[in-house]
């Protein structure tokens, strides 16, 4: 194939691609699809991105602009997180506020995309087009994992339960617990009792006190009264908040919590 007409061949290949329900390519598949040299592909990518058909999200990945995109420069994280976290070769769901709206929790839609991954860290992602977040954690129950069907295939997302629990455990980086407590609200009319105990069975205590604290602060007391089931007498105190420096405060004895910060309502 020639150099000159490559240019043709590359954009008739991402209507292909289109076709089929995916958004995203990578460099080496390009590369492999196309026998020239690698800089004559680079050049080709750059006119495709001049023309907004095309744009970077990773090193040697991309994402393919649909026309009613082109405005934004970008497509819904959505429509590429699966493709590229296997590019990346790493475990990942979709959580925390992000998941929440797409449980129905869409009180305050986010302003950033945010992922859970494996360690190590993930560089977030932040431009004029583009935010997502990645959070790691150690590793997680598949069973608390559901996947959300998109136009482009299924993307992994956490459960209502293991969101709530997500929001509670990242609550110092996503601002605050007075922001998280506004989501519980609309989230908890998806969290099942049952599901939600499985959960608590893996987390740590810590965690589910300050969410059944939560709970019963919203007066979703069957919540609450189902993650008190995994407390007993030997149950520390904690802080509510890790973001206060305030240690100390008056101890919710219910909940064994230190209320070391004013919930708003």
Same mark, same amino acid.
Request: charged residues 25%; glycine residues 4%; hydrophobic residues 40%.
């Given at each position: 194939?020639?150099?000159?007409?490559?240019?043709?061949?590359?954009?008739?290949?991402?209507?292909?691609?289109?076709?089929?329900?995916?958004?995203?390519?990578?460099?080496?598949?390009?590369?492999?699809?196309?026998?020239?040299?690698?800089?004559?592909?680079?050049?080709?990518?750059?006119?495709?991105?001049? @023309?907004?058909?095309?744009?970077?999200?990773?090193? +040697?990945?991309?994402?393919?602009?649909?026309?009613?995109?082109? &405005?934004?420069?970008?497509?819904?994280?959505?429509?590429?997180?699966?493709?590229?976290?296997?590019?990346?070769?790493?475990?990942?769901?979709?959580?925390?506020?992000?998941?929440?709206?797409?449980?129905?929790?869409?009180?305050?839609?986010?302003?950033?995309?945010?992922?859970?991954?494996?360690?190590?860290?993930?560089? &977030?992602?932040?431009?004029?087009?583009?935010?997502?977040?990645?959070?790691?954690?150690?590793?997680?129950?598949?069973?608390?994992?559901? &996947?959300?069907?998109?136009?482009?295939?299924?993307?992994?997302?956490?459960?209502?339960?293991?969101?709530?629990?997500?929001?509670?455990?990242?609550?110092?980086?996503?601002?605050?617990?007075?922001?998280?407590?506004?989501?519980?609200? &609309?989230?908890?009319?998806?969290?099942?009792?049952?599901?939600?105990?499985?959960?608590?069975?893996?987390?740590?205590?810590?965690?589910?006190?300050?969410?059944?604290?939560?709970?019963?602060?919203?007066?979703?007391?069957?919540?609450?009264?189902?993650?008190?089931?995994?407390?007993?007498?030997?149950?520390?105190?904690?802080?509510?908040?890790?973001?206060?420096? @305030?240690?100390?405060?008056?101890?919710? +004895?219910?909940?064994?919590?230190?209320?070391?910060?004013?919930?708003?309502?």
């Amino acid at each position: 194939m020639r150099n000159k007409s490559t240019y043709n061949y590359i954009e008739k290949y991402l209507v292909e691609i289109q076709s089929k329900g995916r958004y995203s390519l990578t460099l080496s598949e390009l590369k492999a699809k196309f026998e020239i040299s690698e800089k004559a592909i680079l050049q080709n990518i750059f006119r495709l991105k001049n @023309k907004k058909q095309l744009a970077q999200v990773r090193k +040697e990945f991309y994402v393919i602009i649909p026309p009613q995109y082109i &405005d934004r420069g970008m497509i819904p994280p959505m429509l590429f997180i699966n493709d590229m976290m296997n590019f990346l070769n790493r475990k990942y769901y979709v959580g925390l506020f992000s998941a929440a709206a797409l449980h129905g929790a869409s009180h305050q839609q986010p302003m950033e995309f945010q992922v859970i991954t494996q360690k190590p860290a993930l560089r &977030d992602i932040h431009n004029p087009k583009l935010a997502v977040s990645f959070f790691t954690q150690s590793e997680w129950n598949q069973n608390h994992i559901i &996947d959300v069907k998109t136009e482009s295939g299924y993307v992994k997302v956490s459960s209502a339960e293991l969101t709530a629990f997500d929001m509670v455990r990242y609550h110092k980086r996503t601002g605050g617990l007075n922001r998280v407590i506004t989501i519980l609200e &609309d989230l908890s009319e998806e969290i099942k009792p049952a599901r939600l105990y499985k959960v608590a069975g893996t987390e740590k205590q810590s965690n589910t006190q300050r969410l059944a604290y939560l709970f019963d602060k919203i007066n979703k007391k069957a919540l609450a009264h189902t993650l008190k089931k995994t407390m007993n007498e030997r149950t520390k105190a904690v802080p509510l908040s890790l973001i206060h420096s @305030k240690k100390a405060g008056k101890i919710n +004895e219910e909940w064994k919590i230190i209320e070391n910060m004013t919930i708003d309502f």
